[in-house]
Protein backbone atom coordinates (compact mmCIF):
# COMPACT_ATOMS: atom_id res chain seq x y z
CA UNK A 1 0.00 0.00 0.00
CA UNK A 2 2.42 2.47 0.80
CA UNK A 3 4.86 1.48 -2.48
CA UNK A 4 1.44 1.98 -4.51
CA UNK A 5 1.16 5.74 -2.51
CA UNK A 6 4.38 6.73 -2.91
CA UNK A 7 4.28 5.81 -6.94
CA UNK A 8 1.25 7.57 -7.18
CA UNK A 9 2.84 10.71 -5.95
CA UNK A 10 5.84 10.26 -7.85
CA UNK A 11 3.51 10.47 -11.11
CA UNK A 12 1.16 13.37 -9.59
CA UNK A 13 4.32 15.58 -8.45
CA UNK A 14 5.67 16.00 -11.95
CA UNK A 15 2.31 16.18 -13.20
CA UNK A 16 1.25 18.85 -10.28
CA UNK A 17 4.64 20.88 -11.19
CA UNK A 18 4.41 20.22 -14.83
CA UNK A 19 1.11 22.12 -14.39
CA UNK A 20 1.65 25.03 -12.10
CA UNK A 21 4.33 25.93 -14.31
CA UNK A 22 1.94 25.97 -17.10
CA UNK A 23 -0.20 27.87 -15.57
CA UNK A 24 2.50 30.46 -14.70
CA UNK A 25 3.74 30.67 -18.07
CA UNK A 26 0.39 31.34 -19.57
CA UNK A 27 -0.67 34.03 -16.86
CA UNK A 28 3.06 35.65 -18.17
CA UNK A 29 1.84 35.46 -21.97
CA UNK A 30 -1.50 36.92 -21.18
CA UNK A 31 -0.26 39.81 -18.74
CA UNK A 32 2.20 40.46 -21.44
CA UNK A 33 -0.42 40.27 -24.08
CA UNK A 34 -2.39 42.55 -22.12
CA UNK A 35 0.06 45.09 -21.85
CA UNK A 36 1.09 44.87 -25.39
CA UNK A 37 -2.47 45.40 -26.47
CA UNK A 38 -2.72 48.62 -23.93
CA UNK A 39 0.62 50.27 -25.73
CA UNK A 40 -0.54 49.61 -29.24
CA UNK A 41 -3.79 51.34 -28.05
CA UNK A 42 -1.89 54.22 -25.76
CA UNK A 43 0.26 54.76 -28.66
CA UNK A 44 -2.49 54.76 -31.17
CA UNK A 45 -4.40 57.25 -29.03
CA UNK A 46 -1.36 59.43 -28.59
CA UNK A 47 -1.18 59.87 -32.54
CA UNK A 48 -4.65 61.54 -32.28
CA UNK A 49 -5.17 63.06 -29.14
CA UNK A 50 -1.13 64.96 -29.37
CA UNK A 51 -2.40 67.67 -32.11
CA UNK A 52 -5.25 68.48 -29.88
CA UNK A 53 -3.69 68.97 -26.79
CA UNK A 54 -0.94 70.70 -28.42
CA UNK A 55 -3.43 73.37 -30.27
CA UNK A 56 -4.52 73.46 -26.81
CA UNK A 57 -1.39 74.93 -25.38
CA UNK A 58 -0.84 76.64 -28.80
CA UNK A 59 -4.04 79.13 -28.08
CA UNK A 60 -3.50 79.27 -23.71
CA UNK A 61 -0.58 80.72 -25.03
CA UNK A 62 -1.90 83.19 -27.16
CA UNK A 63 -4.42 83.46 -24.22
CA UNK A 64 -0.81 84.25 -21.71
CA UNK A 65 0.52 86.58 -24.76
CA UNK A 66 -2.45 88.66 -25.44
CA UNK A 67 -3.20 88.86 -21.10
CA UNK A 68 0.24 90.49 -20.82
CA UNK A 69 -0.04 94.19 -19.89
CA UNK A 70 2.08 95.63 -22.28
CA UNK A 71 0.33 93.63 -25.13
CA UNK A 72 -3.02 94.11 -23.72
CA UNK A 73 -2.36 98.24 -23.06
CA UNK A 74 -1.22 98.19 -27.18
CA UNK A 75 -4.47 96.02 -27.70
CA UNK A 76 -7.02 97.76 -26.21
CA UNK A 77 -7.61 101.50 -26.55
CA UNK A 78 -9.61 103.47 -24.08
CA UNK A 79 -13.09 104.03 -25.05
CA UNK A 80 -13.25 107.18 -22.75
CA UNK A 81 -11.19 109.38 -20.61
CA UNK A 82 -11.89 108.03 -17.39
CA UNK A 83 -9.98 105.22 -15.93
CA UNK A 84 -12.25 103.50 -14.39
CA UNK A 85 -14.02 102.55 -17.43
CA UNK A 86 -10.61 101.78 -18.88
CA UNK A 87 -10.00 99.42 -15.86
CA UNK A 88 -12.94 97.74 -16.30
CA UNK A 89 -12.60 96.96 -19.89
CA UNK A 90 -8.84 95.73 -19.78
CA UNK A 91 -10.35 93.26 -16.86
CA UNK A 92 -13.81 92.54 -19.13
CA UNK A 93 -11.49 91.73 -21.92
CA UNK A 94 -9.05 89.32 -20.00
CA UNK A 95 -11.98 87.39 -18.52
CA UNK A 96 -13.62 87.25 -22.00
CA UNK A 97 -10.42 85.39 -23.59
CA UNK A 98 -10.15 83.62 -20.51
CA UNK A 99 -13.74 82.02 -20.94
CA UNK A 100 -13.71 81.69 -24.88
CA UNK A 101 -10.51 79.26 -23.59
CA UNK A 102 -11.79 77.47 -20.72
CA UNK A 103 -12.38 74.24 -22.35
CA UNK A 104 -8.73 73.45 -23.00
CA UNK A 105 -7.56 73.07 -19.26
CA UNK A 106 -8.63 69.13 -20.10
CA UNK A 107 -5.89 69.07 -22.14
CA UNK A 108 -3.73 70.40 -19.47
CA UNK A 109 -2.06 69.03 -16.33
CA UNK A 110 -4.16 70.24 -13.07
CA UNK A 111 -1.08 71.81 -11.98
CA UNK A 112 -0.42 73.89 -15.42
CA UNK A 113 -3.90 75.14 -15.53
CA UNK A 114 -3.91 76.46 -12.13
CA UNK A 115 -0.77 78.44 -13.02
CA UNK A 116 -2.39 79.75 -15.93
CA UNK A 117 -5.67 80.74 -13.61
CA UNK A 118 -2.86 82.59 -11.04
CA UNK A 119 -1.71 84.37 -13.63
CA UNK A 120 -4.74 85.85 -15.01
CA UNK A 121 -5.98 86.41 -11.45
CA UNK A 122 -2.52 88.41 -10.64
CA UNK A 123 -2.84 90.42 -13.78
CA UNK A 124 -6.05 91.44 -12.98
CA UNK A 125 -5.00 92.49 -9.25
CA UNK A 126 -2.09 94.12 -10.74
CA UNK A 127 -4.83 96.40 -12.81
CA UNK A 128 -6.67 96.93 -9.92
CA UNK A 129 -4.38 98.06 -7.78
CA UNK A 130 -1.99 99.74 -10.21
CA UNK A 131 -3.34 103.02 -8.88
CA UNK A 132 -4.28 102.52 -5.19
CA UNK A 133 -3.54 106.14 -4.58
CA UNK A 134 -5.86 107.18 -6.91
CA UNK A 135 -3.25 109.96 -8.14
CA UNK A 136 -4.47 109.36 -12.00
CA UNK A 137 -7.74 110.22 -13.45
CA UNK A 138 -7.85 109.35 -17.30
CA UNK A 139 -7.15 106.43 -18.95
CA UNK A 140 -4.34 107.36 -20.70
CA UNK A 141 -2.60 108.31 -17.60
CA UNK A 142 -3.87 104.91 -16.02
CA UNK A 143 -2.03 103.09 -18.76
CA UNK A 144 1.30 105.14 -18.68
CA UNK A 145 1.12 103.85 -14.84
CA UNK A 146 0.16 100.15 -16.10
CA UNK A 147 3.01 99.85 -18.36
CA UNK A 148 5.80 101.68 -16.27
CA UNK A 149 4.84 99.24 -13.39
CA UNK A 150 5.13 96.43 -15.86
CA UNK A 151 8.20 97.24 -17.21
CA UNK A 152 9.75 97.42 -13.66
CA UNK A 153 8.80 93.62 -12.35
CA UNK A 154 8.06 90.35 -14.75
CA UNK A 155 4.63 89.90 -15.55
CA UNK A 156 2.58 86.59 -14.42
CA UNK A 157 2.22 85.28 -18.02
CA UNK A 158 5.52 85.23 -18.62
CA UNK A 159 6.26 82.76 -15.50
CA UNK A 160 3.03 80.82 -16.79
CA UNK A 161 4.22 80.96 -20.64
CA UNK A 162 7.55 79.60 -19.06
CA UNK A 163 5.75 76.82 -17.72
CA UNK A 164 3.76 76.24 -20.45
CA UNK A 165 6.62 75.74 -22.67
CA UNK A 166 8.01 73.31 -20.82
CA UNK A 167 5.54 71.30 -20.11
CA UNK A 168 5.32 71.23 -23.88
CA UNK A 169 8.67 70.07 -23.96
CA UNK A 170 8.02 67.09 -21.97
CA UNK A 171 5.20 66.48 -24.05
CA UNK A 172 6.99 65.96 -27.03
CA UNK A 173 9.98 64.16 -25.69
CA UNK A 174 8.40 61.67 -23.97
Known amino acids: MKTELFSLMMYCIPA ?11 KEYTNNENKRRHYIL ?10 VKLQAYERLTLFLERMAPNNLLIRIQPISQ ?21 AQQIYLTDECWNIIVTA ?26 ILTKSLDSPSASRAALAYLKNEVHNLLTY
Open 120 to 145: KNTTIQQIRTCDSSNSTTTADKFREL
Open 42 to 51: HKSLQKEILP
Open 16 to 26: VLTGAIAYLFF
Open 82 to 102: RKENYEQLLIQNIEQEFEHNL
